[in-house]
């Protein structure tokens, strides 16, 4: 397993600043203020020499300047660049996992207006980027319990859901959110679920693996493939996918989703309606919040073995 | 191996007709004049249990009610039905592979006028079922030397153009018209190519397996890749793909491309266009003709193993 929290990642608190005086040289003092763990950040654990479509973690001593980051929120305490002003929060996909970092640019930063209830936990799980992936038809099929915003989304736009995970407790919550079947993939036989209650029109996959196989066996003709991640390979390598013979014999389409790339199209839309819902409960949410950066190590580990109960976010500070 | 002739396929002559006097019981008889062979075929050649997008070959004697069929040109000698007159010439792809037989309605034929001087082995190869798949963008990369219309219309939309088959001839001919990449897979490495002339925008896929993996490797963001065959695995089973890690890496889609789905759309555009320009010369093709019904075994061996030199076609009868 990758993420032995101390071997493979280690939470290291020697270097500190202080915010009042550190030097900015132009650009903008942030302070962390929540941070998302996500599962493809496996695959960013890896050596520097493999390709891939996010540049793999830096590696070795000294830690400073070997600091893991991702998706988070922060607020501006100090500015000497004329886009950014003190006060405003901002979220990005590059923040390091530190409790402050100054940066150079607002580009790759969107800025976030406070909401006066939702916590900003909500900005990097529902209302970020795990929840930016919508789409419609008719039978759709999603894996993972943390795909709660697309079974909600999809069944607003009138489709049969589909859902899987790994526990009954997020099968409960799935069914509670209006998944028409759900069912727990470590106790059931998938493939008899999706003969049933299939053939799949849409699929929003975060598995791959023997999963896609199966999702490819029970696909309808014209039938709409999502990739988002492939979790079953990350640590252990990808399976081979056996039934892509099924794409031509279906005529079906196999399309890689990309949040860095089409945040900048749907980013509007999305902040201004999403929150909102979120906020009036018109859209639910789960999440397994935990407090302080040293937890980090603990969290990817969890997320990395499905035993997270919700979206897995860390809250580095209150403001 | 799959197909071979006098094991596998058997060529039957035992049972005759009268053209003449044969009961239409209000159908029309057709006599055959051209069949094709392709490595589609390979998958009809499977027990009829295991579900696949076309129906498997029935297999055993009688002979007679175990004909194979494929795309073909025919000619209505007689008809008992009004929507079909004698001398009308028919395509379709469910023709059996008999020198006559009756068919009693005109859905899944397509009506062709006779062409002044293009033969009708044409029809059921660069302007038939092979040829109908046409693409537009940047970089292409095709695979099969029978692929040429594909590589012709590509050129047209002004798009640099990758190919490779399985000999210096079929390389040869690519070139001639107007590949700017062409390769012998079988003496070249394919990776070295792909990484040195690529990224690719469009992937037009018939091998499957390997090529299919090395072509994700080296494709470009938003590229395109079309699935309209994967013989690498015909006969031995799919190999596993394992860089579908691709799609979102790279926001690909991979579509499946089905000839028998988008004949409807677009069979008017085409026969207005592309028989014409064959015949002008304006586009190029390749022909491997065999003459007579008792070719079919040998021919179909031979696309299985990629020694045809063009298009295979069987000339069954002249009118």
């Known amino acids: 397993m990758c993420c032995h929290p101390g071997e493979t990642t ?20 942030l302070k962390t203020l929540v941070l ?31 600091v893991i980051t991702g998706f988070g929120v922060g607020v501006v305490l100090r500015s000497e660049n004329n886009e950014v002003a003190p006060g405003k929060y901002v979220y990005g996909m590059a923040f390091p996992h530190q409790e402050y970092f100054v940066a150079h640019t ?14 900003w936990t909500v900005y990097v799980g529902a209302a970020g980027m795990p929840g930016t992936l919508i789409q419609s038809g008719e039978t759709a099929f999603g894996t993972t319990g943390a795909g709660t915003m697309v079974i909600q989304l999809a069944k607003r736009d009138g489709l049969k859901v589909i859902a899987s995970a790994g526990s009954d407790e997020k099968v409960a919550f799935m069914r509670e959110i209006g998944a028409d079947v759900a069912f727990n993939y ?37 039938a709409r493939f999502l990739e988002c991640g492939m979790i079953s390979g990350y640590d252990t390598g990808q399976q ?14 196999i399309s890689g989703v990309s949040v860095f790339r089409l945040t900048p199209k749907y980013d509007e839309e999305f902040y201004a309606n999403i929150p909102h819902e979120l906020a009036t409960g018109e859209l639910k949410y789960t999440e397994d919040v935990s407090y302080g950066l040293d937890k980090v190590g603990n969290v990817l580990l969890a997320v990395q073995t499905g035993t997270n109960k919700g979206k897995a976010v860390v809250v580095v500070a209150e403001e």
């Not at 996500?38 to 891939?52: E, I, L, T, V, W």
């Not at 106790?187 to 999702?215: C, F, H, K, Q, S």
């Open 106 to 119: 607002i580009t790759g930063f969107t800025t976030l207006e406070k909401h006066p209830y939702l916590p």
């Open 240 to 253: 081979g996918i056996k039934n892509l013979n099924q794409t031509y014999a279906r005529a079906l389409t």
């Open 36 to 66: 998302s763990v996500d599962p493809y950040m496996r695959g960013r654990m890896r050596a520097p020499d493999q390709k891939s479509y996010v540049a793999a973690f830096a590696v070795g001593e000294p830690w400073v300047s070997r």
């Open 10 to 29: 280690v939470y290291d608190s020697t270097e500190t600043i202080d915010p009042e005086t550190h030097p900015l040289n132009g650009g903008f003092l």
């Open 186 to 222: 470590k106790t059931t036989d998938m493939r008899e679920v999706l003969a049933r209650e299939g053939p799949i029109d849409i699929y929003w996959d975060n598995v791959g693996g023997d999963v896609l196989d199966a999702a490819l066996e029970n696909a309808a003709i014209y």
